[in-house]
């Protein structure tokens, strides 16, 4: 598993994609530092990086640091995405 995360949507895809070429077999995903992005954006963003990979992604909530909450309206948007849906799923079980 990769952490990845970067100020810029393009410069995480990348990275993502470099941790993926380099043989990294999930990522831990969070939301962009100092984005403030809505819940609806934060989705597409992990959305986005699942796309480009096919990787699996743990999501990484840390609203005390990021500023951003991956909260309900968040995990509906995600719940559909196989690679993210155990992690979603882990979470809505607790």
Request: net charge negative; charged share 20%.
């Amino acid at each position: 598993m990769a952490g990845v995360n970067d100020m810029r949507v393009d410069e995480c895809l990348d990275a993502s994609i470099a941790a993926r070429d380099a043989g990294a077999q999930s990522l831990l995903v969070a939301a962009p530092p100092y984005s403030l992005s809505s819940e609806a954006e934060l989705a597409a963003h992990v959305l986005k990086t699942e796309a480009v990979t096919g990787l699996v992604i743990m999501l990484y909530n840390y609203p005390g640091r990021t500023g951003v909450a991956m909260g309900e309206e968040f995990l509906d948007l995600v719940a559909d995405n196989d690679n993210v849906r155990t992690w979603v799923n882990r979470i809505l079980d607790e």
